[in-house]
């Protein structure tokens, strides 16, 4: 199974929220891997695996080095589209998918964050949204509390629907702390669209990561990944 990981908006918690459930699965000795679709501003390896590493405690994979785990990297942090675009190239997302199958064959479980939000532009044709509607995953969504963040949630819900894409759950990003009256309405409006969609109301609240060389605290994502 593989679950993408998707979220609000850029910088919304996508990378800590795939550590903290890679962390989740590898505790019940589940096998599984993260991927990392696209990853823009880096070259040679993604900085965003490594941080899934170090917040699950895994070492670096025998598919890191195979290049199954990021199999799209560009060096100019912009959408994937544009970054492809500045080096003269395109996403290959037949070699994203080949790659993610792979990772799935092999280990049964794919934990795969995208770039950016929904609608970032793979193509001038192809958003991520329509990628993951094709590839058939569900969708695990990012997001949070803070002011404003009630609109980009629904969009994105109302995006993952009108595409027939299932969403798994919500994983709510609480830091930093938002408004308490603000959070509490972001979270029901969230849950009840959930619901009016068909899809299970799941939320699972996603801690501040502690200090460096302390372990983080772990959220029970059995409502999402079962």
Known sequence: MTY?????DTGIGKTVATG???RWLLARKRDAIT?????TGNTGFS???????RIAGAPEQPEDAEGLTAPQIFSFPASPALAAAREGRS????????????CERRRGT?????AGGLMAPLSASMSTADFIAAAGWPLVLV????LGSINHTLLSLECAKARGIRV???????FPAADPEIDADARAAALGFMSRAGWNPALVECPALPEPGRSPELPDFSPILG
């Open 143 to 146: 997001s949070c509390g803070r």
């Open 91 to 102: 996403v290959d997302t037949d070699a994203i998918l080949r790659a993610v199958q792979e």
């Open 4 to 8: 993408c990981i998707g979220g609000i």
């Open 110 to 114: 794919v934990l795969a964050e995208t």
């Open 35 to 39: 991927v990392k679709l696209v990853q």
């Open 47 to 53: 900085e965003d695996l490594l941080e899934h590493r």
């Open 168 to 174: 798994a759950g919500i994983v709510w990003n609480a």
């Open 20 to 22: 903290l459930m890679y």
